[in-house]
């Protein structure tokens, strides 16, 4: 009979950083890219952000793919379907040797937390905080997709004192595949009372203006 068991192995994980964290800091941004995205590329939609006191983590997916037929595009992923418990469990374990790596090279008292999810890392992002060990002071989730709810994925009390974002185009194509996306919108309201919703005139990507205009105007919210 045929049984499946799991090894628990070591490998490496790649993320990259703009920025340099000094006593100057007093930012630091976990940004978390989408299905099928390289961190390299996606991390270029937030270098505007590194003004010398904020630092920009951006880290990638533990598996990759190649994208077409030719084997010349590649991606990565969070997670898959299959086998996706041991998946959560190993994205969830890097992200939180990640964040002591660099939270031991800062003071964390000192320093304000954003994590931000693009579509499959809004997910990823909210398991992440689900699970305990990190502090995040301002969670955006962008052009994320929650079917069952974003409840079942963090804990709504896990974002008492977290500012909540949720961040969308208008003509992101994924958005309007939803049947009822004011409904939609409405439920993740219900799960966090506090969210702050943003939609802006665009598709689905990360757009760098509207990501400055949302960072002036959370500055100014006392």
Known sequence: ?????HLSVQRTARYYTIGELTDQTKNIWFCLHGFGQLAQYFGRKFTDLADGETV??????LSRMYLNNDYKRVGASWLTREDR??????????LNEL??????????????????G???????????????????????????????????MIQPET??????????????????EIPDIDGYLNR????????RITAFDGEHRVESEVLKQLVAITQSIP
């Open 1 to 5: 009979m045929m049984q499946e068991k």
């Open 188 to 195: 993740l309201k219900t799960d966090i009372p506090t969210l």
């Open 118 to 152: 693009f579509s499959q890392g809004a997910a990823t992002a909210c398991r992440w905080l689900n699970a305990g060990h990190v502090r995040a002071d301002r969670l955006i989730l962008w052009a994320g997709y929650f079917p069952q709810s974003v409840s079942g």
């Open 56 to 61: 920009i983590v951006v880290p990638e997916g």
């Open 85 to 94: 418990d041991h998946e959560i469990s190993d994205f969830i374990g890097y």
């Open 159 to 176: 974002l008492t004192n977290t500012e909540t974002h949720y961040v969308y185009g208008n003509q992101d194509e994924y958005i309007q």
């Open 99 to 116: 964040y002591d790596n660099i939270m031991d090279r800062c003071d964390p008292e000192k320093v304000h937390i954003t994590v931000l």
